[in-house]
T-cell receptor, first 112, second 112 residues
Framework: GEDVEQSLFLSVREGDSSVINCTYT??????LYWYKQEPGAGLQLLTY?????DMKQDQRLTVLLNKKDKHLSLRIADTQTGDSAIYFC????????????FGAGTILRVKS | SQTIHQWPATLVQPVGSPLSLECTVE??????LYWYRQAAGRGLQLLFY??????ISSEVPQNLSASRPQDRQFILSSKKLLLSDSGFYLC???????????FGSGTRLTVV
């Protein structure tokens, strides 16, 4: 199947860490991505991880991949109000023109 | 660098009227191009993708069609809009190397 699932909503306080979780179904996916969408805007690529990696860190962002459980997470350290947005997890399919299959998105709300 | 131009940014159209949304891309030659629709600010639904000029694949049956008259031009059309066609339409192109898609800024379509 193509289902990529994410939790619907996450609320954190400014300065805390945020963890957004995602599960996917296709074990042959080569790359997994996290995108951020601010209100009324297109999607912005935040980070990605190759399927043979377990972890990737990029400044405040840490991506963890558990390939056995097909579980991906995005941790945002020291969450700021500017991090409030919808976060999409996506897996890349080799077939069908390398299309990306997206989750439904997690709304992150940061309270000051 | 890869850039995607989408226009218009917002559009209000009456039911039964035609539609033409245009997307042009810069950067990679012969990119894979995609049209997504996002309803109610949530999940992304892949509508069409194209791997080359004149090559269109449809993901879901619907009231819309797509065309690719030039390598870097992707057009989304409808002969007669329905209320259910309202949404946020995003054009995307395949990124270079490991990168995921690059997205345009989107067109918000409201059918009244």
């Amino acid at each position: 199947g193509e289902d990529v699932e994410q939790s619907l909503f996450l609320s954190v306080r400014e300065g805390d860490s945020s963890v957004i979780n995602c599960t996917y179904t296709d074990s042959s996916s080569t790359y997994l991505y996290w995108y951020k969408q601010e209100p009324g805007a297109g999607l912005q690529l935040l980070t990605y991880i190759f399927s043979n990696m377990d972890m990737k860190q990029d400044q405040r962002l840490t991506v963890l991949l558990n390939k056995k459980d097909k579980h991906l997470s995005l941790r945002i350290a020291d969450t700021q109000t500017g991090d409030s947005a919808i976060y999409f997890c996506a897996e890349r399919k080799i077939e069908y023109g390398n299309k990306l299959v997206f989750g439904a998105g997690t709304i992150l709300r940061v309270k000051s | 660098s890869q850039t995607i131009h989408q226009w218009p940014a917002t559009l209000v159209q009456p039911v039964g009227s035609p539609l033409s949304l245009e997307c042009t891309v810069e950067g990679t030659s012969n990119p894979n191009l995609y049209w997504y629709r996002q309803a109610a600010g949530r999940g992304l639904q892949l509508l069409f993708y194209s791997v080359g000029i004149g090559q269109i694949s449809s993901e879901v049956p619907q009231n819309l069609s797509a065309s690719r008259p030039q390598d870097r031009q992707f057009i989304l059309s409808s002969k007669k809009l329905l209320l259910s066609d309202s949404g946020f339409y995003l054009c995307a192109q395949t990124g270079q190397g490991a990168y995921g898609y690059t997205f345009g800024s989107g067109t918000r379509l409201t059918v009244v």
